[in-house]
């Protein structure tokens, strides 16, 4: 099945655990893994971020998308707030219509707002890198979900000044967590003031990648990351 977003052609995908994702034309890659996006949102985001553990009161994802982040997010928190960013306002619509996401759910400016329970969302809607300077959040970010698409497709969205706005936004204790394995994507963090971990990947990936404002790096990480032949993804580089 295909439907029409703002941006383009979406084809809806069944993957392995039974569970939805969306292939973008426009962005020419899937939303998740194959094997399973409900599971690959938990191992990366829910299990990632330790939101239930830490029983999290401020998340932000980045890319709304079919709202998995969210929908997974409230089966093992209630009482928090979740914003997202999403530049294909078609996207968001559909994903409430055909999910079912939130009980209530309304436009307020250039976002939509929805509750389901004591939990609420906030999706800002156009381009990340604009709307996190305008909006102003109510409390600082203690769980990030960076699942933007990757950086081949997606480079903005994995730049060290990318990661330092983040960081101006979170509290002490935040994780951000991500699907990639990138160097260039940690390097970028690090390079950014992010302390940064290696984590085992979900399904068949090499590793995925965590960060956090607190702590120390492994030797062995820290040796690889001030390697200069590994360069950060930078705004500069992805303008030029
Ligand atoms: C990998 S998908 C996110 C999947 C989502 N978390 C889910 O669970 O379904 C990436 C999303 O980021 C959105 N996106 C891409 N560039 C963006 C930008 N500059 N600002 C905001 N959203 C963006 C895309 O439209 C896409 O929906």
Partial sequence: MKFSGSLGEYEVIQTEDGSFSLFSEAFNEGCHSSHGAATETRYVYIDGCEVADRKSKCIFEVGFATGLGFIETSKVLEDF????????????????????????????????VGTKGSAKAVIL???????IKE?????????????????KRNPTLWTKEWFEDL?????????LSTYSASSRVKKALFAAGWIVEEREGF???????RGFLKGEHSDQL??????????PYT???INS
């Fill in 81 to 112: 707030i979740f914003y997202s960013t999403e530049l294909d306002e078609k996207l968001v619509l559909w994903a409430q219509e055909k999910n079912k996401i939130f009980d209530t759910f309304e436009k307020v400016g250039n976002a939509y």
């Fill in 125 to 131: 809607i156009g381009d990340a890198r604009e709307t």
């Fill in 167 to 175: 960081k101006e936004l979170s509290s002490d204790e935040v994780i």
């Fill in 135 to 151: 909006h102003s959040f109510k409390l600082p970010f203690d769980a990030i979900y960076q699942d933007a698409f990757s950086p």
């Fill in 203 to 209: 399904a068949f990936k090499r590793s995925a990648t």
């Fill in 222 to 231: 820290l040796k690889k990351l001030e390697n200069p032949k590994i360069l």
């Fill in 235 to 237: 705004d500069s580089e």
